[in-house]
């Protein structure tokens, strides 16, 4: 069901009140990468230049329901003022007189920053009375925050009860890009899917739906060890549980599907940034040995299937990417999927975001998600409570 927009709804001279994402990485109070800030403006600009009276709020890190220094948004909103060009005021709160005050005295045109939204208990409570506080700060609410649309808060589910709730344009594009990568037609195809990750457990569900939806799935990073448990071999130091060595079985004997595993991996004795690596042929990994990136004949033969797809969604690095000895394998697969111009290109968000960042490739990729979390439930195939709160289009 497509959920109504922003593009569609009348804000002139109207307050709206916008959740987005601005859960960023921090070091020393100062923002470190903004990615999600700027993956908000296109919405935040639409509506200023709307003449909406703008009220933004988000969550940061996991203060439970308490006030924590350290994890107020006044970094964000100063990094926010810049990328607007414009003083985002301070809404204080997230509850209490201030906010209500601030939000009535904004003029069109004008933002106010709220405080960062978990400080309050009925923020993860999804508490009626939070939710109501909220829908009264505003006439519109406007959720640009996939990032954390797999959550149901307060600020991304319960206030969307009280005001007409309209989908961002950032939100507009993660369900249409993510969405587009499930979609296997003439056109799309073939569909290659990287998916990566230490265990398998976490990933199954991902696997899984995406086995349904794609035509090749490419398999990196720890969880290959249950792949070769599932074939009888040594998947390493490891223990690969039955559970799930039946699992990695059931992906490999799936009909419609390719499942791609291996053919060498780099290995070592322990998992330290130093460890001495080493190289071996997927039939005859030691058993004292851990699994830490996949090797030169497997990040080949990838690259080249790579080259070949029309449609790309990787979730997942091939290997412990931030340790070098152990990055190839991640490195070769970022500069396959990112030359390959034909492709439709997804990356899914958090640690594969950050690396096809890490190395400059974000703009040679059609769409890097700001999703984490949300982007894993969403190639799942799961609804996020984030979406379907939001009306529907007409
Ligand atoms: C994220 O960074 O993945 C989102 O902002 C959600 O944060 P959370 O996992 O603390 O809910
Ligand atoms: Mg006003």
New binding site residues.
Partial sequence: MRKRSIRDTDVTGKTVLVRV?F?VPMRNRAVTDDS?IRAALPTLNLLGDRGAQVVVCS?F??PKGQVVEEMRLAPVRARLSELLGLAVQDAAGPSGETPVRVASALADGEFALLENL?FDPGEEANDAGFSKYLAGLADVYVND?F??A??A?ASTVGVADYLPAVAGLLMERELEMLGKVMTRDDAASPVVAIVGGAKVADKIQVLRHLARKVDMILIGGGMVAAFFAARGESGGAVVVTGEDASAAAGLLDTKGVEVVIPTDVITAPEFRENATATLHKSSNIPRAELILDIGPDTSKKYSEIISKARTLIWNGPMGVFEWSRFARGSEAVARAVAANRQATSVIG??STAELVGSLGLVDQITHVST????SLEFLEGKVLPGVAALDDAE
């Fill in positions: 994402d859960n999600r969550h890190g996991r978990r925050a990032g954390a797999h959550r808060h968000g958090g999703g984490g979390g949300a």
